[in-house]
């Protein structure tokens, strides 16, 4: 210490001076009672990572007696008092229970609490709230809370804000009259947000005047809106939406909340009348939705006073007259919505370069196609179905729309031509097209339109095959396609094997109708598998060999009882095995090799399954314990050689069934294989005990791979009946004893059997018999273990 240079000394100083004036000053910010009533209060909710309720999400990671409570996240206190005031505990991913005994109703000084957007498990909003009188925000809001909502809330005179609204299913009832008690006791109120709360309760009330947002939505409100509502002189926000016993008048005059309010909401309640002029001095509103309010009558020229407006929704009424041409050059307008109404007329003089979203179908808009429609440079969604719009329009018409994303023409007597030249072709950019009844002849405009999503070409004239190039471009895009009720003769196959193809494999691959072959096999497919595999689909044949799928096999394959080959080897996919998939009557091919199956392979409950398998390969997996001698009971085709069988049928579109297989150490790929014999293939897997006499009934059995598994008793099995067996492999496994003779054991060579350090006799090296313990070897036939014994 006496030696420490002049540095260190003062730093040494500094150090006992910050700590002595941090602990004088302790006393004075924080209560001791305030930091272990929050602490308790954390201790008895957790908190769940995986609790989506929000985008960003804060935890209260601070909260820990060795920091200054004074600087906990969400945490403010009074300096003056020491006391917490404020709580902001939204979005911090809180599960558990908000009982009454609960030590968050100790910071009874709360002024500001905000615990949104948890989920406290349906608890009940507790009385207590009511103590927390100098409260000004209470922000309860999608978390969990269920049941009635206590009085004593109406004791909290000094609520600027409250929102107790919610998404979920729980929502909190308010008692007879409650309602009523609230807005004469809230008489401060600025924010209040009861969204999804059961209010029952009549709407003819008063509302304070210092509103500013008043939510309302789908609170099973009833009787007639009164006007003084829309003459709240601060309302900004206004949403009685979804509260369809609801009815209202607009004023015929200016409202007193013209000049302020930005979102008006009444959709789905009942107006009976006409848009008023008056809402042309709503010249702040940003939003107008007044969806499905039994109005009608023409749109009146007033609405061209809303500068502001960005989404004017008036579908679902009863509006007719033309569509004023200066509606879509709103300056402000993103989306307008004027479907299902009675709009008639042509569409003249249009024009704005918005990015916007148009939707006019179901009207009775007539005449040709409007040339000025094209003045919509930058339009993105545009929906004309179901009018009356005519005659023949040319492809080219909608190529200048570089930004066109969604398009719907459907249901119109429109005849959709392509023939001033095929370099006209739709805009890259369309995710969305809708042409269904337009006359479509053939698809060749549809050529540039790689990233569509969702098509419907239902009702056309559509003829011939369905191009490959269309399978290709839209194989990573499309979710639906409605070529229904047209000409086409075939769209049966998907045939993109050995492509680079990457990313995730399509999920609406298992709904294609008609689809007979999938094939995508070496490619760089990730994802699970579609498990959508419909009833009566005409699968034949599934091959995804060789890519990077991983999950489960899809259990809704058993739903094509046409599938005769299902090749899924060289994926990730981990499960067991699918015995399942033996319900399938036609299924001539199954191969599940390398791959993370596992577990044992148990006797199957159903009866005559894989009644056609002729081969099955469920190489380098990690199946365990016996082979499954149950499953051998059945593989009827594998019983018997009938010069008749066939190969999977190739449903004449000259398409050729492929597997891969593996002989020799070397993978091939093998073209139309000669299923005339039979193959089983369970080189290593973990396979164990002794091979089961039963095997030998599967007398068209040409290969049978039992190499690197962990079998230890050979004998019994290769009975003479194998008499067709060409390739035996046993190598690598724990057998011991006698090799066989006669038959055609003769014909296999070392690879049978390397590998095994107690086995002898021809055609190994080792001498059967030299060894005293060799004599016990039996005549093949002979054999008979103990399954077959007992059956
Ligand atoms: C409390 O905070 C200190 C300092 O940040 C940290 O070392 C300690 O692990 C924390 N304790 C808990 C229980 O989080
Ligand atoms: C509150 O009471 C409930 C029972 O009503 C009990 O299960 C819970 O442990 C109590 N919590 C505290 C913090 O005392
Ligand atoms: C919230 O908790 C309830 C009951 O504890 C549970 O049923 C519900 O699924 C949870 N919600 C979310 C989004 O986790
Ligand atoms: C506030 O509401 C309660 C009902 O919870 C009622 O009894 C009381 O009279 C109300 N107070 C005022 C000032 O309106
Ligand atoms: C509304 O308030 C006025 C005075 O502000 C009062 O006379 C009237 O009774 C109130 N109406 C209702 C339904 O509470
Ligand atoms: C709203 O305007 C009407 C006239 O339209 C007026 O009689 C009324 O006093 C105003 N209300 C408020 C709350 O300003
Ligand atoms: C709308 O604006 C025009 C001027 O463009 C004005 O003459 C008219 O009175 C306004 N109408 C309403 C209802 O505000
Ligand atoms: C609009 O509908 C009303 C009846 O609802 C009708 O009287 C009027 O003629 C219609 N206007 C047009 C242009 O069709
Ligand atoms: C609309 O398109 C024009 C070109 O036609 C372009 O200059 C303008 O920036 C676009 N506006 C928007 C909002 O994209
Ligand atoms: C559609 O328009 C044609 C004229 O282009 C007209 O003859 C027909 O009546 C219209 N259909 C409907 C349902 O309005
Ligand atoms: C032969 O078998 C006997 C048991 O039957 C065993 O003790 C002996 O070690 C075996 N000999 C050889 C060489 O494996
Ligand atoms: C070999 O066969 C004889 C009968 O032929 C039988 O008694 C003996 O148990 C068999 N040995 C083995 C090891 O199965």
Request: proline share 4%; glycine share 6%.
């Amino acid at each position: 210490m006496l030696n420490m240079s002049y540095g260190q000394f003062s730093f040494f100083l500094l150090v006992c001076f910050c700590q002595l004036s941090f602990s004088s000053s302790i006393p004075h910010l924080c209560h001791k009672d305030q930091s272990s009533a929050l602490l308790k209060f954390k201790k008895t909710l957790t908190v769940d990572p995986s609790l989506v309720l929000c985008n960003f999400y804060y935890y209260t990671s601070s909260w820990n007696m060795s920091i200054d409570f004074c600087s906990w996240d969400g945490v403010i206190w009074d300096e003056m008092t020491g006391y917490v005031i404020e709580l902001d505990l939204s979005c911090n991913s809180l599960v558990g229970k908000i009982d009454s005994n609960i030590s968050l109703f100790q910071l009874s000084h709360l002024q500001s609490l905000d615990l949104s957007m948890n989920n406290f498990s349906y608890s009940h909003i507790s009385p207590k709230f009511g103590r927390f009188s100098s409260l000004i925000h209470l922000n309860l809001r999608n978390s969990y809370f269920s049941g009635q909502i206590p009085s004593e809330i109406f004791h909290l005179y000094k609520l600027q804000s409250l929102l107790l609204s919610t998404s979920y299913d729980t929502v909190p009832k308010l008692a007879t009259h409650d309602f009523r008690f609230l807005l004469q006791n809230l008489t401060l109120l600025r924010v209040l947000d009861l969204r999804g709360v059961s209010i029952s309760s009549a709407i003819t009330l008063n509302f304070s005047s210092h509103l500013t947002t008043l939510v309302l939505r789908k609170s099973e409100l009833y009787g007639v809106i009164p006007e003084s509502i829309f003459h709240l002189p601060k309302l900004e926000i206004l949403d009685l939406s979804s509260n369809y016993k609801l009815s209202g008048y607009f004023p015929k005059t200016k409202w007193n909340s013209s000049a302020s309010l930005i979102d008006l909401n009444l959709q789905g309640v009942n107006f009976c009348g006409n848009l008023p002029e008056s809402l042309g001095y709503l010249t702040s509103l940003r939003t107008l939705f007044l969806v499905l309010c039994n109005i009608w009558g023409p749109i009146p020229e007033s609405l061209s006073n809303l500068t502001r407006i960005e989404y004017l929704f008036l579908a679902d009424n009863f509006l007719n007259g033309t569509i004023p041409s200066w509606i879509f050059s709103l300056p402000s307008l993103i989306d307008l919505e004027l479907s299902n109404n009675h709009f008639s007329g042509q569409l003249e003089d249009i024009k704005s370069d918005s990015r916007l979203f148009i939707d006019l179908s179901n009207n009775q808009l007539q005449g040709n196609l409007p040339k000025s429609i094209q003045n919509l440079v930058n339009i993105t969604n545009l929906d004309l179905s179901f009018n009356n719009f005519s005659r023949n329009v040319d492809v080219s018409f909608f190529s200048d729309f570089k930004h066109l994303s969604s398009l719907d023409l459907s249901y119109n007597s429109i005849s959709l031509t392509n023939e001033n030249n095929v370099n006209f072709s739709l805009p890259e950019s369309l995710v969305y097209l809708q042409l269904a009844a337009c006359e479509v002849k053939e698809l060749e405009f549809l050529r540039s339109a790689k990233k569509l999503e969702d098509l419907d070409l239902s009702n056309n004239k559509l003829q011939g095959i369905f191009p490959d190039w269309a399978s290709c471009n839209w194989m990573f895009s499309l979710r639906t396609l409605n070529l229904s009720h047209n000409m086409l003769t075939s769209m049966e196959l998907i045939y993109l094997a050995r492509n680079n193809l990457k990313g995730e494999i399509p999920q609406c691959l298992g709904n294609i109708s008609g689809l007979e072959v999938l094939d995508m096999h070496h490619n760089s497919l990730t994802g699970t598998l579609p498990n959508t595999f419909r009833f009566r689909s005409s699968l034949r044949s599934l091959n995804l060999n060789g890519n990077k799928l991983e999950g489960k096999i899809p259990q809704s394959l058993a739903n094509c009882k046409e599938l005769q080959v299902v090749d899924l080897g060289d994926n990730h996919l981990i499960d067991i095995f699918p015995m399942w998939l033996g319900t399938l009557p036609k299924l001539q091919i199954l191969s599940l090799r390398s791959n993370e199956l596992h577990g044992s392979i148990r006797t199957p409950t159903i009866e005559n399954i894989f009644p056609n398998l002729r081969m099955l390969d469920l190489s380098s997996n990690s199946f365990i314990e016996n082979l499954p001698t149950g499953l051998f009971q059945h593989l009827k085709a594998m019983r018997t050689i009938c010069q008749a069988m066939n190969a999977p049928s190739d449903g004449g579109d000259g398409y050729q069934d492929s597997v891969n297989i593996v002989t020799k150490g070397l993978e091939r790929e093998v073209v139309r294989i000669l299923f005339l014999y039979a193959t089983i293939d369970f080189l290593n897997n973990k396979f164990e005990g002794h091979i089961p006499s039963i095997m030998g009934d599967l007398i068209a059995l040409r290969m049978l791979n039992l190499s690197h598994n962990e079998f230890n008793h050979l004998v019994g099995v290769i009975p003479a009946q194998f008499s067709s067996l060409a390739v035996l492999y046993f190598s690598y496994n724990h057998l011991e004893g006698c090799i066989p003779q006669g038959n055609q054991f003769h014909t296999f060579d070392n690879n049978s059997y390397v590998g095994n350090d107690g086995l002898s006799g021809f055609p190994l090296s080792k001498v059967c018999g030299s060894d005293d313990n060799d004599t016990e070897t039996n005549d093949t036939t002979s054999g008979l273990d103990d399954e077959e014994i007992s059956e």
